[in-house]
C-alpha cells in the first residue's frame, strides 16, 4: 500500500485538490482574516450592509465556518495515515469544499434562518462526518472511532444552532472542540516532542499516551459537559478547575521547555498551555458567579483564552507544521512563521485583557482583531504558495 504522500505525488490533477488540507486551510484562514475585523466593524457600530452579523453569527462562524474547515483539511490528511486508505482528491474534494464554501455565502444571507439556508450551511458537515465514518470503518481503524463520534456531534450541534439553542450549542460545540484538541493534542505533541528530541540526542522522553492520559480526558469532556448545560455553578466551576489542573499536569510532561530551538515544536505546547489557562480561567468565572459578591474574572475572559488562544494557536501551529510535512519541505519555522506565532498568541493576549479590563475593552477588541487579522494573513502570504503548488520531491 503506497503511503499518503506517494498518493499525493502520484495525483495528476490540480495541486490545490490532490490533498484535504491545501484547500480548507488555506481558504479558512482567509475566511477568518476577513471574519474577524468584519465581526469588529459591525460590533463597533459600522453598517452591516444587510448581512446579519451579529454575535451568534460570529460564535457560529468562529466554530462552524472557521474552524470546521480547519479540521476538515486536517481529518482529510490524517486519516489516510491512519486507515492506510486513499485519500479523498480530485472532484470529490473539491464537492466538499464547495459545500463548506456554500455554507459560509448561506451564514451572510439574511435568509439564513429559512430551511433553504440551514440545509445550505448544514451539508458540509453532515456529508464530511459521513466521509470520516466510511474511511475510519472501511479501513477499520476502530482506534478512532472516537474522532468519527466527535465530527458527528459537530455536524449535529451545528443543526441544533439552526433550530434555535444558540447559546447552548455554541457551549456545547465549544466543549467538544476543546476535547478534540485533549485528544489529538495529548497524541501529536509529545509524539512530534519525541522524534525531536531523539534526534537532539536527548535521553529523558515524554510518556506514551496511556490510560491516565485517558482519563483527564474524560475528566475534562465531562466538566465541559457540565459547563454547557449550567454554566453557573460550584460544579461547572469546580470542574473546569479540576480539568484545567490536570491539562496543565499533562502539559509539564511532555518536555516543552526542552524544544525551545524549535517553534514548530513549541508553539504546540503553547497551544495547550491556552488550553489550560482557559479552562482555569473559565473555572474561576464561573464560581465567581456564585459568590457574593461575584468573582473579579468574566467569562468572556476564559473563552477568549479557549478560542482564540487555544483554538487560535493549536490551528496555526497544526496548519504550519503540516503544510511543511505535507508538501516536502523541512520541518523548521523560518521567519515569517515565528511572526505568524507571535501576531497570534499576541492577538489572544489582547482579547482576553480586554475582557478583564472593561475601561480599554473597545480598544482592545479592535487591537486583538488587527493582530488576529495579520496573523493570518501573514499564513496565507508565507503558505499559501505551498498550498497551490506542486509537493517537492524528495
Not at 505535507?326 to 482576553?352: E, F, W
Request: hydrophobic share 55%; glycine share 12%; with cysteine.
Amino acid at each position: 500500500m503506497a503511503t499518503t504522500a506517494e498518493q499525493m505525488r502520484a495525483f495528476k490533477g490540480v495541486s490545490i485538490l490532490s490533498a484535504g488540507f491545501r484547500p480548507f486551510y488555506l481558504f479558512a484562514s482567509v475566511w477568518s482574516a476577513l471574519m474577524v475585523p468584519l465581526w469588529i466593524w459591525i460590533y463597533s457600530g459600522g453598517d452591516a450592509a444587510g448581512m446579519r452579523i451579529n454575535v451568534s453569527w460570529h460564535a457560529h462562524e468562529m466554530l462552524f465556518g472557521y474552524l470546521g474547515g480547519i479540521i476538515a483539511g486536517f481529518l482529510l490528511t490524517a486519516v489516510p495515515n491512519w486507515t492506510g486508505r486513499l485519500p479523498v482528491t480530485g472532484i470529490p474534494l473539491a464537492i466538499l469544499f464547495g459545500l463548506w464554501g456554500i455554507g459560509r455565502v448561506a451564514m451572510l444571507c439574511p435568509a439564513r434562518d429559512s430551511l433553504a439556508g440551514v440545509i445550505l450551511d448544514s451539508a458540509f458537515l453532515c456529508v464530511f462526518a459521513a466521509v470520516i465514518w466510511r474511511e475510519i470503518l472501511t479501513g477499520k481503524n476502530w482506534r478512532n472511532l472516537p474522532i468519527a463520534v466527535m465530527v458527528t456531534l459537530l455536524a449535529l450541534a451545528n443543526i441544533g444552532f439552526h433550530l434555535g439553542e444558540t447559546q447552548m450549542t455554541i457551549r456545547l460545540t465549544l466543549g467538544i472542540v476543546l476535547t478534540l484538541i485533549a485528544l489529538i493534542g495529548g497524541r501529536i505533541i509529545p509524539s512530534f516532542t519525541t522524534n525531536w528530541l531523539k534526534k537532539a540526542g536527548r535521553v529523558i522522553m515524554p510518556p506514551s499516551f496511556n490510560r491516565l492520559d485517558l482519563l483527564v480526558i474524560i475528566v475534562t469532556a465531562v466538566a465541559l459537559l457540565g459547563w454547557a448545560m449550567v454554566p453557573v455553578s460550584m460544579w461547572s466551576g469546580g470542574g473546569l478547575l479540576a480539568a484545567g489542573g490536570l491539562n496543565g499536569w499533562r502539559l509539564s510532561r511532555w518536555r516543552g521547555l526542552a524544544t525551545g530551538k524549535e517553534p514548530l515544536l513549541w508553539i504546540l505546547h503553547v497551544g495547550y498551555a491556552w488550553l489550560v489557562i482557559g479552562l482555569v480561567l473559565l473555572g474561576m468565572a464561573s464560581l465567581g458567579q456564585v459568590v457574593s459578591p461575584p468573582g473579579a474574572v468574566p467569562m468572556q475572559a476564559g473563552l477568549h483564552a479557549l478560542t482564540a488562544g487555544a483554538i487560535g494557536v493549536m490551528t496555526l501551529a497544526v496548519m504550519t507544521r503540516s503544510t511543511l510535512g505535507h508538501t516536502g519541505r523541512p520541518l523548521t519555522a523560518d521567519r515569517g512563521t515565528l511572526i505568524i506565532y507571535i501576531l497570534v498568541n499576541a492577538a489572544a493576549v489582547v482579547r482576553v485583557g480586554a475582557a478583564l479590563m472593561p475601561q480599554a475593552y473597545m480598544s482592545g477588541l479592535i487591537i486583538s482583531a488587527a493582530l488576529w487579522m495579520m496573523a493570518f494573513a501573514g499564513f496565507i502570504r508565507v503558505y499559501g504558495p505551498k498550498l497551490v503548488t506542486a509537493r517537492l520531491r524528495a
